[in-house]
Structures are given as C-alpha cells and as structure tokens.
C-alpha cells in the first residue's frame, strides 16, 4: 500500500507521464493519481513530443545504462499484449562513422544478450535490403551496424492505449495547461494552479513536461519568489523538423518491410538523421539535421529556449529552410530513388535536452515534494514501457545510486560540444527571410 496521505500530480502525459501513472498505480491501486496535460490523451493533434506516427525502438547504445534500459522496454514490447501491437520488429540499418557498431556489440555481450547483430562492410551492407540504401551517403562510414531485433513503434497508437489502460486502472485526467507550482508556508510544493484558475493538490507532484519545463520552473520561480527552481543550464527545450511523404503501391511494396534507417555522425558533425519504415498509411518519415532553440525573455533578465506560445506550438507551420532538412534526409538515404518524392506532411517536435543527453528522474533540490522525471533528448520515447518503474523507484529511494546520479536534479555536467544531438542553431535564424544581395 502506498504511504498513508500520499497522493501524486503527475504534469505532462507524454510517455514519461504516462508511463509513471502506469506503474504507480499498478503498484498503490489505491493512491490518488491525477495527469494533468494541456491535450485531450486521445487528441490527434498533441504538442507532446511522444505524440507521433513512429518513433524508433532499439537498444543499439555505446552507453550501456541506456543498452540495458533498451533491452529491458524490449522484452515487454515483444511479450505484453498491451504494448505487443504497436511493436514492429523491421531491423536497423546504422551508418557509423566512429565505432558505434563495435561498442554496442560489445555492451550486448557484457550484458549477455544475444541478438542478430553485426557491424558490416560498406560494400556488403550496400547491397543488404534488395539494395534499398545502395545509393545512401557512405562519406566517412566505417561500417554499417544490423540489429535484425530492433524496429520501431506506432507512437501515437501506442501512447494512446498505454492512457487508456491507465485511466481504466484508477488514474483522473485533467485537461489543462499548468501556469505554475503551489507551494505551502513552509516551501514545500503543494501542487498547481492552472491557466484557467484550476488549484489542485497533492503531496508528490511531478514534472514530466519536456520541452516546457524550463518555462514552467521560470514562472513559478517569479510567482513564488524560489529563484533556485530555475532549471538554469540544467534543461534546454529544442525543436527538429520531421516530415513524411505517402508512397504509391507499387513503391510501397519494395520499402514496406525496409529497417530503420539512421545516418550516424561524430559529435562535431552534428545530429544523426534517421528515416523510419512507411507506416499503414503508406507513409515514409524522416526527421532532419538540425536542432534548434527558440530563446525568449519569459520574465525580465531571465531569457530561456522554450516552443513558441501558440497553443499547438505552431508545430504544423514550417519554413521553407526547415522543409529542405527533410529533403536533404531524403537525399543522404535514397539518392535519386526519392527524387519525385512530394513531402505530403511537416511538423516540428519539441523535448527537453541535457548536455549529456542522459534523463533527469529526480527530486528538485529547491522544493520538497516536487519531482522531475523528463528530458528525453529525443531518444526517450522507447523506454516507455520501464521509465516509470525507475521513476516509482525514486519517489521511494530506492533507485540504483549510479542511475541517482546519473539522472540527479543537481551533477557535474559534461560540455555540449560532446554532445551531436544537443541544439546548435536559433529558430529566429532558421525561420528569417533569405535576403538576396545585389549584384
């Protein structure tokens, strides 16, 4: 049974949310457990960056916390039938230009797994797949990673299910956008107020915002006066254009069983760029080379990256220089084979970055009663099955102390130029008009 009085607002229903809700409530079936989301759960049009057509599955990491991590969402995947039909094992076909593909299959044997993987020839990984990546950009690739046993997963579906069951476990939803944190005479952290007035209650209130907690610490640090809720240099909201384009038939049929496909880069190269399998609407996806901020003055001398204000964050409105991203993604996987190709959607998803790229699942250190479980760094979509175990875990204190400090509110924090897939460029840059000089 849960503690006595112990009651949870957990703020963002994306899958850090969501999967914490799962997991609390599978274990205190009688705690009091709310999610509070701006979005309806079942809405078509969400600005969580959960909320997608696919999103990619692996446990192909060089770092072997997040290896085993990626191992352990798999196995439910492949084996719970409420995660099981959104799971599709297509494969993984990864460019290295360092030695990525040695070092994963290294951590795979110190972790005793074993999996279809290898690291293969240039020359040999060609001609892998009836030739699909034949015309792929190899410059600088060292070898090409397989892993016949990750794949990818129908995000959104997904993410969708996993709520409902949730809900139907005992978990209230609460449609709403959260302004800022309540906080007792005493300091701790009592709960929320929302935009619309709203003041709910809890002794355990967690953030699970991505791309909007810095925003929300800044406001509450000018309501309530607690300037160390600042997430300062420790979380920084970034934005990447995806796009899709709608295959005919008969293209459809040589792409349809085609792996993950990712373009892997050293740090000072920038992000690795990726293109998932078409979805059941026949639908080919990438996502592009550029990361960015969006830096505003939310109060005065306090500047911060956050998405725009627009209630969608303006996610479906997409300048010219971010749609070639995608163009450019096309190109550097299927050369001429996708020169016709019409990109039929955009959208620009938004998370929470640390320089290391690693997740904080945490207690703040200015608050007591308030948590942080979020920065998925646009890879914490496939530990969605486990992330909330290890959240449950630190609210009780007893998660593993290296995950504790892998994952502290407060830690020494390595340099982002360490970092490929840290955000590099300014969305006031990307989104100005080109100006022609005069001749």
């Given amino acids: 049974m849960a503690p006595k009085r112990s009651s949870y607002i957990i703020v963002g229903a994306g899958v850090f949310g969501v999967s914490t809700a799962y997991h609390l409530i ?3 079936p009688n705690a009091s457990i709310t999610l509070v989301d701006r979005d309806e759960y079942d809405s078509g049009d969400r600005v969580a960056a959960s909320w ?18 990626g191992l352990e969402a798999q196995d439910v995947f492949k084996s719970d039938p409420l995660w099981k039909p959104y799971f599709h094992e297509t494969g993984i076909f990864w460019t290295c230009r360092s030695d990525y593909a ?3 299959i290294e951590n795979y044997r110190k972790l005793g797994r074993k999996a279809d993987l290898a690291a293969v020839p240039v020359a040999e990984a060609r001609k892998m797949y009836g030739g699909l990546f034949d015309e792929a950009d190899y410059s600088g690739v060292k070898e090409v990673l397989i892993n016949k046993t990750s794949g990818w997963a129908a995000a959104g579906d997904c993410l969708r299910a996993v709520t409902k069951e949730t809900l139907r476990l005992g978990v209230k ?4 956008e959260v302004a800022n944190l309540l906080f007792d005479k005493s300091g701790r952290c009592s709960g929320i107020s929302t935009a619309d007035g709203q003041q709910l209650y809890a002794s355990h209130t967690i953030l699970s915002t991505g791309a909007y907690t810095p925003k929300l610490l800044e406001q509450s640090a000018g309501a309530s006066g607690l300037s160390e809720l600042r997430a300062g240099d420790r979380i920084v909201a970034g934005g990447i254009t995806t796009g899709m384009t709608k295959l005919d038939d008969q293209t459809y049929q040589k792409f349809a069983n085609m792996p993950v496909g990712v373009q892997g880069y050293n740090a000072e190269e920038g992000p690795f760029i990726g293109s998932l399998p078409p979805t059941k609407d026949k639908e080919l996806k990438w996502w592009g080379q550029t990361i960015f901020t969006n830096m505003q ?15 969608d964050y303006a996610q479906w409105d997409i300048a010219p220089r971010l749609k070639k991203d995608i163009d450019h993604a096309n190109q550097v996987f299927y050369g001429k084979k996708g020169a016709n190709w019409k990109m039929e959607k955009h959208r620009i998803c938004w998370d929470a970055f640390t320089t290391s790229a690693d997740f904080i699942i945490s207690p703040h250190a200015a608050a007591k009663g308030l948590y942080v479980a979020t920065c998925g760094n646009f890879h914490g979509w496939k530990f969605f099955p486990v992330l909330g175990k290890y959240v449950v875990e630190m609210l009780e204190g007893t998660l593993e102390p ?3 400090q892998k ?8 340099d982002s130029s360490f970092n490929p897939d840290y955000p590099r460029a300014e969305m006031a840059d990307l989104i100005a008009p080109v100006r022609l000089s005069k001749l």
Avoid: F
């Fill in 407 to 414: 994952w502290a509110w407060d830690r020494e924090r390595p």
């Fill in 297 to 311: 003055e939310v109060s005065p001398g306090h500047r911060i990256s956050m998405p725009p204000s627009k209630a």
């Fill in 173 to 176: 939803y609460v449609t709403a």
């Fill in 102 to 104: 040695t070092e994963v």
């Fill in 26 to 28: 599978k274990k205190y």
């Fill in 52 to 69: 997608d057509w696919n999103k990619v599955v692996r446990a192909d990491y060089d770092d072997i916390v997040y290896c085993q991590l």
């Fill in 402 to 404: 290296k995950l504790s």
